[in-house]
């Protein structure tokens, strides 16, 4: 495509929509379409997937039920309403690959409510007789569940206020139950909750939480929740890195779009979902959604083959001063550092009809070198004390039953522990970005080269600190990447392969 002055960009929103050129835009009756879905937590992620997967089946199905309403509950969701609402709801979506850019802009999300703004409005557009699911991206850190027992963390701050005060709730699930407790005393049928975070059995997870937190608040309410409410389990794949200036000023260059926040993604999309809904929901397999009744062989090769080889390569290659995932492909040593993580998680996935694991790792490995993505490792290293249990830990406890090896599964925990000292290998400075940063960064200071202090951490590690095995490798590991750095730790791992 070539290039625009970014001076003469035409202003996104729903007037301009007949003056882009080269741009797929809606061809659907905007103002005709009622927000059957709210989501939680609109980011990237959300805007390059769910949202993508709606604006196709606006297009192709002539439907007018369900667009979105977005919702942003944390202060950080103010940029996020300013640009929305400045542009009719309405962002451009650029896909990257080494074949080139394509862009669109998405019109699915009618409408856009922050929460700091006016709590009740968000509380009345949940219990709005339309609304009838609810989506959530909100973090793995989001749903107040503690890693090492499985159990609500119902003394988390946010928690009690809202138990306290149920009149103006600030957390996901003091929304969700007020909402829910205003449609019961209405007669109104519950909405479905459907997680779209990376959590393996993520319905599971929402459905124990919120039911803990609706119990607390009132045990009648509890009851009705647990009997009446759906939800269902999926398992959303898609690279979106963080969007930055720089993709702000290509959208305005190569497609003359000015968008205060466009989101870009990869080619590949996947979204699997267990059907399992109580107020109905689109016919998504008209736009390639794979509805079934077992998602969890889905959840676990996804999460334990593409997140769990994001944390190797967050943590090792920020460790190596590389910046983006495609650098940290591009070198031999951490490429085949992936494969080998790969292949010794493998056993412990379920087989999938119809998938053939090899050609899926490989597509991963295609993924993440794509370099017109620029995903920046601080992304994947965020939320360490989430995201290690979730995406890593389960595949240790099966290698452990198993008596397999867990070489590389100790060396992607070690290097989180090496990454918590908060320098690199080149004695830069890392920022370290996590809810319990500072009980990390403490532990890793006391430990230093000892592992122990961390894997005490029972909130996260449950009893694994009791398996020797374990300990002693993930030491050897530690003790490497002090005294060889990341790149000496795996030239040395994969010597003795």
Same mark, same amino acid.
């Given at each position: 495509?070539?290039?625009?002055?970014?001076?003469?960009?035409?202003?996104?929103?729903?007037?301009?929509?007949?003056?882009?050129?080269?741009?797929?835009?809606?061809?659907?009756?905007?103002?005709?379409?009622?927000?059957?879905?709210?989501?939680?937590?609109?980011?990237?992620?959300?805007?390059?997937?769910?949202?993508?997967?709606?604006?196709?089946?606006?297009?192709?199905?002539?439907?007018?039920?369900?667009?979105?309403?977005?919702?942003?509950?944390?202060?950080?969701?103010?940029?996020?309403?300013?640009?929305?609402?400045?542009?009719?709801?309405?962002?451009?979506?650029?896909?990257?690959?080494?074949?080139?850019?394509?862009?669109?802009?998405?019109?699915?999300?009618?409408?856009?409510?922050?929460?700091?703004?006016?709590?009740?409005?968000?509380?009345?557009?949940? +219990?709005? !007789?339309?609304?009838?699911? =609810?989506?959530?991206?909100?973090?793995? *850190? $989001?749903?107040?569940?503690? &890693?090492?027992? /499985?159990?609500?963390?119902?003394?988390?701050?946010?928690?009690?206020?809202?138990?306290?005060?149920?009149?103006?709730?600030?957390?996901?699930?003091?929304?969700?139950?007020?909402?829910?407790?205003?449609?019961?005393?209405?007669?109104?049928?519950?909405?479905?909750?459907?997680?779209?975070?990376?959590?393996?059995?993520?319905?599971?997870?929402?459905?124990?939480?919120?039911?803990?937190?609706?119990?607390?608040?009132?045990?009648?309410?509890?009851?009705?929740?647990?009997?009446?409410?759906?939800?269902?389990?999926?398992?959303?794949?898609?690279?979106?890195?963080?969007?930055?200036?720089?993709?702000?000023?290509?959208?305005?260059?190569?497609?003359?779009?000015?968008?205060?926040?466009?989101?870009? +993604?990869? !080619?590949?999309?996947?979204? =699997?979902?267990?059907?399992?809904?109580? *107020? $109905?929901?689109?016919?998504? &397999?008209?736009? /390639?959604?794979?509805?079934?009744?077992?998602?969890?062989?889905?959840?676990?090769?996804?999460?334990?083959?593409?997140?769990?080889?994001?944390?190797?390569?967050?943590?090792?290659?920020?460790?190596?001063?590389?910046?983006?995932?495609?650098?940290?492909?591009?070198?031999?040593?951490?490429?085949?550092?992936?494969?080998?993580?790969?292949?010794?998680?493998?056993?412990?996935?379920?087989?999938?009809?119809?998938?053939?694991?090899?050609?899926?790792?490989?597509?991963?490995?295609?993924?993440?070198?794509?370099?017109?993505?620029?995903?920046?490792?601080?992304?994947?290293?965020?939320?360490?004390?989430?995201?290690?249990?979730?995406?890593?830990?389960?595949?240790?406890?099966?290698?452990?039953?198993?008596?397999?090896?867990?070489?590389?599964?100790?060396?992607?925990?070690?290097?989180?522990?090496?990454?918590?000292?908060?320098?690199?290998?080149?004695?830069?400075?890392?920022?370290?970005?996590?809810?319990?940063?500072?009980?990390?960064?403490?532990?890793?200071?006391?430990?230093?080269?000892?592992?122990?202090?961390?894997?005490?951490?029972?909130?996260?590690?449950?009893?694994?600190?009791?398996?020797?095995?374990?300990?002693?490798?993930?030491?050897?590991?530690?003790?490497?990447?002090?005294?060889?750095?990341?790149?000496?730790?795996?030239?040395?791992?994969?010597?003795?392969?």
């Amino acid at each position: 495509m070539s290039n625009i002055s970014t001076g003469s960009a035409i202003k996104l929103n729903q007037a301009a929509l007949s003056r882009l050129a080269n741009v797929r835009v809606p061809s659907y009756d905007r103002q005709q379409v009622t927000n059957g879905i709210v989501h939680i937590g609109v980011g990237g992620f959300h805007r390059a997937h769910q949202a993508l997967y709606l604006d196709d089946y606006l297009h192709l199905n002539r439907t007018n039920d369900w667009g979105i309403c977005g919702v942003g509950l944390l202060e950080y969701d103010r940029r996020m309403r300013d640009a929305l609402h400045s542009q009719d709801c309405l962002y451009t979506l650029v896909e990257r690959s080494s074949k080139g850019d394509r862009a669109r802009v998405i019109g699915s999300m009618i409408q856009y409510l922050f929460a700091p703004d006016n709590r009740q409005a968000v509380i009345d557009a949940l +219990a709005h !007789p339309n609304c009838r699911i =609810v989506t959530l991206t909100i973090t793995e *850190g $989001g749903y107040y569940y503690i &890693e090492g027992s /499985g159990e609500f963390d119902a003394n988390h701050p946010t928690i009690q206020q809202d138990l306290q005060h149920p009149d103006q709730p600030i957390g996901v699930y003091g929304f969700l139950t007020a909402a829910l407790d205003q449609r019961r005393k209405q007669g109104l049928a519950p909405f479905t909750v459907l997680s779209c975070d990376n959590l393996q059995g993520n319905g599971n997870i929402a459905r124990k939480m919120l039911t803990s937190f609706a119990e607390l608040q009132n045990p009648q309410l509890g009851r009705w929740v647990t009997e009446h409410v759906a939800f269902p389990n999926c398992m959303v794949d898609r690279i979106t890195p963080a969007t930055t200036p720089s993709d702000i000023a290509m959208v305005a260059k190569q497609f003359g779009i000015d968008d205060a926040f466009p989101v870009v +993604a990869e !080619p590949f999309l996947q979204w =699997v979902v267990e059907d399992d809904f109580c *107020g $109905g929901r689109p016919d998504w &397999e008209t736009v /390639g959604v794979q509805m079934t009744d077992n998602v969890h062989p889905y959840e676990m090769m996804k999460i334990r083959l593409l997140n769990a080889s994001h944390l190797l390569i967050g943590y090792l290659g920020s460790l190596a001063g590389y910046t983006y995932v495609h650098e940290v492909m591009a070198d031999p040593l951490f490429l085949q550092a992936v494969a080998h993580l790969m292949e010794e998680v493998t056993p412990t996935l379920e087989p999938l009809p119809g998938i053939d694991l090899r050609d899926y790792k490989k597509t991963l490995v295609e993924r993440f070198a794509n370099p017109k993505i620029c995903d920046q490792l601080p992304r994947l290293c965020l939320n360490g004390s989430a995201k290690v249990p979730k995406f890593i830990l389960g595949s240790l406890r099966d290698k452990l039953a198993q008596g397999g090896a867990i070489d590389y599964i100790s060396l992607t925990i070690a290097a989180w522990f090496r990454y918590l000292n908060a320098q690199d290998d080149q004695g830069k400075a890392i920022a370290i970005d996590d809810p319990i940063a500072d009980i990390l960064t403490q532990q890793a200071r006391r430990g230093g080269s000892d592992p122990q202090p961390l894997l005490n951490l029972s909130e996260i590690f449950g009893d694994l600190s009791q398996s020797s095995h374990f300990v002693e490798a993930v030491r050897t590991q530690l003790n490497n990447l002090w005294t060889l750095g990341a790149k000496g730790t795996l030239q040395q791992l994969l010597k003795s392969c």
